[in-house]
């Protein structure tokens, strides 16, 4: 069964960090870009990071530039989003996609081109005092 499973989401106070894990199965990571999309009932979802299949190229959206760092480990088939000095609209669902036809460079990264071949469930982040 094809699937892609985030963990490390949570409840955390501002300022503080978290490490969000994309673990993938039934499939191997090595040939898809990952990006990493979040969500706040009641807004659109919004591409915050991506990563190339060859980890040569990342992206972030300008709010979490230097905040956070993307990662991935083919080995483990396994993608990471390390988010720092978190702040209340971080607070969202966060959820992994794994895109095949584009890579993450230049005018492709998530929510610009992007129609990816699967999706995660998801994983909250609260970040609240």
């Known amino acids: 069964q094809v699937q892609l499973v985030e963990s490390g989401g949570g409840l955390v106070q501002p300022g503080g960090s978290l490490r969000l894990s994309c673990a993938a199965s039934?499939?191997?990571?090595?040939?898809?870009?990952i990006g990493w999309f979040r969500q706040v009932p009641g807004k659109e979802r919004e591409g915050v990071s991506c990563?190339?299949?060859?980890?040569?190229?990342?992206w972030y959206t300008d709010s979490v530039k230097g905040r956070f760092t993307i990662s991935r480990d083919n080995a483990q088939n396994t993608v990471y989003l390390q988010m720092s000095s978190l702040k209340p609209e971080d607070t969202a669902v966060y959820s992994c996609?794994?895109?095949?036809?584009?890579?993450?460079?230049?005018?492709?990264?998530?929510?610009?081109?992007?129609?990816?071949?699967?999706w995660g469930q998801g994983t909250q982040v609260t970040v609240s005092s």
């Open positions: 039934g499939f191997t990571l090595d040939s898809y870009a």
């Open positions: 996609a794994a895109e095949s036809i584009f890579d993450c460079a230049g005018s492709y990264y998530p929510g610009s081109g992007w129609s990816p071949d699967y």
């Open positions: 990563i190339s299949a060859r980890a040569d190229n990342t």
